[in-house]
Each structure stands twice: as structure tokens, then as C-alpha cells.
């Protein structure tokens, strides 16, 4: 006869490959895929494979969403504005339970066009030293004072600055009285105060900081997408640093305009090719910029924009929402003509919080490959669209392999543009 601890060790060892074999097998494994958490918009549907022993059915018995149970597949259907949870059963017994969520229907305009962009800074931005040849040697007063490339000059005396006029008069009035000109600075570990005495080139009257400023900084770009109602738009898809600091611009306000693209540097392996434009001769503002942040830059229009080839307002696919394979982009490569051009999304990371490299492209339309080698300067924010939906924008290219690059997940340009696309219904109606 066994033992009765032999039998034990038996037992316990079919139930453990029991357990293992049901952690392999097909419906388990299903339930696994499925998230936690589905948000769709209304009139999208969601669809998840299973097999025959798995069903499902809703919790709440309310019309914001529609479930059908097929042999071996469940989907739901978002009908209207709500919450309900779905809970799922293998072989009649409870084993997951999932939150849907269905927003409001919400669309944008895409983009595509080349846009020119015009920065005003907070403050003048100190951008390098620079010698002061005086009668007793070479000196930076900046340098001596403890000012450094990359702090914003605020206040001098007390007074507010905005532009590089405005120094001028302090500087001039500070060397001819002898009294040191009391600075403001903003830098990015926090204000910070020092005192500086303008000194005289020898042979001239004028004195001088010892100090590079700059007020404002220019660029191109492409326009992601506008949402038709608020007039809000998202471009570029990235910070825009300043060239000389390397730091990204503290933006007071700026505007944008139209731009036409001159020609194309074409990208190559180790050199990421350009767009060389210059704005359009009317220099019409088309609209504001309010924010620069990591995900682009933001504001309102003045006017509706067109593209001439997606000028309806399209669904946008959140970032759980997007998928592997074909898409395009809108972007311009000659002149003002915005085209839809062919790329793969190779790989996409359904991510919970912002982050600007949710995606990896690939160009793949020839025509494009063959104007630029792929992804250059200045195609930044162009607007990726994927199964009629747009899905984020370009930001970033592969230096060693410009066919390739980044992309932003749309969702976390609109959070930065400030358009609340969880807003509830009622909350927009008031």
C-alpha cells in the first residue's frame, strides 16, 4: 500500500500540472490579453478573440454600450457617452472583470502643412560671452558677475525686460554713473539675483555686458492638427530648443505663419537631411503660441486651415488604440502642396502617462524616399494617420537610419493643447 505521505506527493503533483497545463492553454491565455480597462469613443468598436468555453456579458444594464458573444469572438460596440464593466466566465465561473468606457465623439483637423514660427522669449535669453577689451585687459563683466549661457535676463533695476532694446539704456546709464545694474535672472534651477558693472571698450564710448542676448528664435515646422471648434492646434511634436544653448525657449508668445518649402537637403546615414523653407511673402499670422513644451508647440488659430487632401474633422485612436503595421503622413516636400505619403508603424507602446517616443516609423512611399531619403528637419509633426483616424505625429529621426524615426501618440498632444478629451457631456454644455 502507498504511504499515506506518498499519496500526498502524487496528488499535489497532478494538481500542480493541472494548474501549469490550464496556465497554457488557449482560454487562459486569452484572458490574460485582455486589458483591464477598454476606452473607445462613440460609434468605435472593440473586438477581442476567445474560445467557445468564454463568455461574457455587462454588469449594468444601460444603453452606453452594446456586447455580442460570437463562437470565438466578443465584441462590443459603443453606442453613447457612459461606464459599464463587462465580466468575463470560463465555463460558467466569474474570472475577470473589465471597465469600458465610452467618450464623447472627438475629432481634429489633421495637418500637414509647413508652418513658419516665430518664439518671443520671456525676458532676453543669454546665449554666450563674450571679452570686453578695456585698458586694463580683457574681461566678460557677465562672466564676473556669475551669469551663464542659458539664464534669462528678467529685470534690470526693478524694471520688467522683454526685448534687447530695452537693455541698452540701463547698460549706458550704469558705466556713466559707476553703479552696478542690479539682474534678475530666471534659470532652470530656480531666480537668481547678482549685480554687474558694464565696462568701456577702449577707443569707444559705448559700454557693454560682456554677454550674447537674444529675444525671439525662428523656425519651420509642419502643423499636426487643429480642432475645428476651439480653434486649438498642435505642431512640431517636440520642444524647440534654442541653437546655441541647447535649452529649450521660455516662451512669452509668439505667431505663427505660413511657410514654402525652397528645396531639400536629402538625409543620409549620420546626416539627417532638412527642409529648407522661408515664410510665405504675405507673412500673414495664421495664429498664437501659447506653450512649448516637450510634445510640440501650442496656441490657438486665427482661421480655419486646409490641407487640400483631409479638410473633415476624423476620429482620433488613443494610444492603446493604435497598431502595428501600414499608415501615411501628411506632410509638404515642395512648395505648399501637402501630400499623403506612405509609412509603417513598426512598433507602438499602448502607454498610461505622456511620453513623446510612443512610436517607431518607418517611410516606405518611394516617391518620398527618393525626394528626402525618409525623415528630415523640419517634417516634424506631421500628422500620422492610420486606418482613417489620426493617430500622432513625427518627431524625431534615426540619425543612422533616416528612414526611420519617432513618433507622439496624438493623446498627449491634445492633453498639452489643452483639450480635454475625457471631458464629460454635461461639463462641455455648461
Known amino acids: 500500500m502507498l504511504s499515506f505521505d506518498l499519496l500526498r506527493k502524487i496528488i499535489g503533483g497532478i494538481l500542480l500540472v493541472s494548474i501549469v497545463a490550464i496556465g497554457f492553454s488557449k482560454p487562459v491565455q486569452q484572458y490574460f490579453q485582455i486589458p483591464k480597462e477598454i476606452t473607445m469613443f462613440e460609434g468605435q468598436n472593440f473586438e477581442f478573440a476567445k474560445s467557445k468555453p468564454v463568455s461574457a456579458e455587462l454588469t449594468h444594464d444601460d444603453d452606453s454600450v452594446s456586447l455580442n458573444n460570437h463562437d470565438h469572438t466578443v465584441s462590443l460596440n459603443a453606442k453613447k457617452y457612459g461606464k459599464n464593466e463587462m465580466l468575463l466566465e470560463l465555463a460558467g465561473f466569474p474570472v475577470k472583470k473589465v471597465d469600458v468606457n465610452v467618450l464623447k465623439d472627438f475629432r481634429v483637423i489633421p495637418g500637414g502643412q509647413s508652418i513658419g514660427v516665430k518664439l518671443n522669449t520671456v525676458g532676453v535669453l543669454v546665449v554666450g560671452h563674450h571679452q570686453v577689451n578695456t585698458s586694463e585687459g580683457k574681461q566678460s563683466p557677465g562672466e564676473i558677475a556669475g551669469i551663464k549661457v542659458g539664464d534669462i535676463i528678467t529685470k534690470i533695476n526693478g524694471k520688467q525686460i522683454d526685448k534687447m532694446s530695452d537693455v541698452a539704456p540701463f547698460v549706458q546709464e550704469a558705466g556713466e554713473s559707476g553703479k552696478p545694474l542690479k539682474i534678475e535672472l530666471g534659470r532652470e534651477s530656480g531666480k537668481a539675483t547678482t549685480e554687474l558693472m558694464p565696462l568701456k571698450e577702449k577707443g569707444e564710448e559705448k559700454f557693454k555686458l560682456g554677454l550674447y542676448i537674444r529675444d525671439s528664435a525662428a523656425g519651420i ?210
Open 221 to 430: 515646422g509642419t502643423m499636426t492638427f487643429y480642432h475645428p471648434e476651439s480653434k486649438r492646434y498642435g505642431a512640431l511634436g517636440h520642444v524647440i530648443s534654442d541653437m546655441d544653448t541647447k535649452k529649450p525657449i521660455v516662451v512669452e508668445d509668439g505667431q505663427i505663419v505660413r511657410s514654402t518649402v525652397t528645396s531639400i537637403e536629402k538625409g543620409s546615414n549620420g546626416d539627417p537631411g532638412e527642409k529648407l523653407a522661408r515664410f510665405s511673402s504675405d507673412r500673414e499670422v495664421i495664429g498664437n503660441i501659447q506653450r512649448n513644451s516637450p510634445f510640440g508647440i501650442f496656441g490657438k488659430l486665427n482661421r480655419d486651415l486646409e490641407n487640400g487632401v483631409m479638410d473633415k474633422p476624423m476620429p482620433i485612436a488613443l494610444s492603446h488604440q493604435v497598431k502595428e503595421g501600414p499608415a501615411q503622413i501628411l506632410t509638404v516636400v515642395d512648395n505648399d502642396e501637402v501630400k499623403l505619403f506612405d509609412i509603417e508603424i513598426v512598433s507602438t507602446i499602448p502607454q498610461k502617462f505622456p511620453a513623446t517616443k510612443g512610436m517607431v516609423i518607418k517611410v516606405t512611399d518611394k516617391e518620398l524616399l527618393d525626394k528626402t531619403g525618409g525623415i528630415v528637419q523640419g517634417m516634424s509633426g506631421s500628422p500620422i494617420i492610420q486606418e482613417g483616424k489620426v493617430v500622432g505625429a513625427v518627431t524625431h529621426v534615426f540619425v543612422n537610419d533616416p528612414t526611420s524615426g519617432y513618433g507622439v501618440h496624438i493623446e498627449w498632444m491634445l492633453n498639452e493643447a489643452g483639450i480635454d478629451i475625457y471631458e464629460k457631456e454635461e461639463e462641455k454644455a455648461s
